[in-house]
């Protein structure tokens, strides 16, 4: 397979992306948003299915905790899979409840191996449910996970090996942690297990200001993606022979829609050259 560029669905969006299917490769949807889908509504996606593959992403499953999964949300993206005919799905490295409470967002847990061998259990789980393995992301984090005994690369790598799972990169997420925490956005790049990377996120973000002082950059998806993100793209490109699929992830505040259609253009460009200059 080859490189794919594709959009995140938002219902902002869909008169762009449906008038746009020629230039848009994947199109990718939050799951919990349609968990509650009418029949229309899965009609709706069964056809958008039929015209271009569709991936579901979910952000609720708390997949990287000690905590098992909670099996009514793995029936839940189970039944979406199905209905609509799926071409994968992905969920994130991250915690989101635990002890009865819900964070509400998503979190980096304890990066230690009590929360490796729990991810690979619900990782299990989930692909002995759903059918199929989700691919892994990465997540922006503005604190250093307490109780932590490995980095970042390290801990993903275990994961990643541990659970044979695929890893979804986003490469603004790993760009944020990056500079937020002194380390070089390349070097953590060329540590992760690249050849598990299939699929590629694209965000943007804002640098805000602290009181003493430190800028941090703040991974909200409401702003184009920024240069360094494509110039990650690029090295990952050069690093990887195998075909990826890059999802531009925008949540609001939208431009006009011309102008997510030349960001994809300038990530195939940027994928291109990279595969020029590795070749």
Request: net charge negative; hydrophobic share 45%; glycine share 10%.
């Amino acid at each position: 397979m080859g490189d794919r560029f594709g959009l995140l669905w938002r219902p902002a969006l869909a008169a762009g992306i449906l008038a746009n299917l020629d230039r848009i490769d994947v199109v990718e949807l939050i799951a919990e948003d349609h968990f509650r889908a009418s029949r229309a509504g899965l009609r709706a996606l069964r056809t958008l299915a039929a015209q271009v593959p569709l991936l579901l992403h979910g952000v609720s499953l708390g997949a990287a905790s000690t905590v098992p999964v909670e099996i009514r949300r793995l029936d839940n993206l189970a039944r979406l899979a199905e209905a609509i005919g799926v071409a994968g799905w992905s969920e994130h490295l991250a915690f989101v409840r635990g002890g009865g409470v819900e964070i509400g967002h998503l979190a980096a847990p304890p990066r230690s191996q009590a929360s490796i061998e729990g991810a690979c259990r619900n990782l299990e789980r989930a692909t002995r449910i759903v059918g199929t393995a989700p691919a892994v992301e990465n997540i922006a984090t503005l604190v250093e996970p307490p109780g932590s005994t490995l980095d970042e690369p390290d801990w993903i790598t275990a994961i990643v090996r541990g659970a044979g799972a695929g890893l979804l990169l986003d490469l603004h997420n790993l760009y944020a942690n990056a500079v937020n925490f002194g380390a070089d956005p390349f070097a953590m790049l060329r540590r992760l297990p690249l050849d598990r990377v299939a699929s590629v996120h694209l965000g943007g973000g804002r640098w805000v200001d602290r009181p003493n002082g430190r800028r941090r950059l703040i991974d909200d998806h409401l702003h184009d993606v920024p240069p360094e993100a494509f110039d990650l793209l690029g090295e990952l490109g050069r690093l990887t022979p195998r075909g990826l699929t890059v999802v531009i992830e925008r949540d609001d505040h939208f431009p006009p829609f011309p102008r997510l259609l030349q960001q994809l253009d300038e990530a195939r460009e940027c994928l291109a050259q990279a595969r020029r200059a590795a070749a």
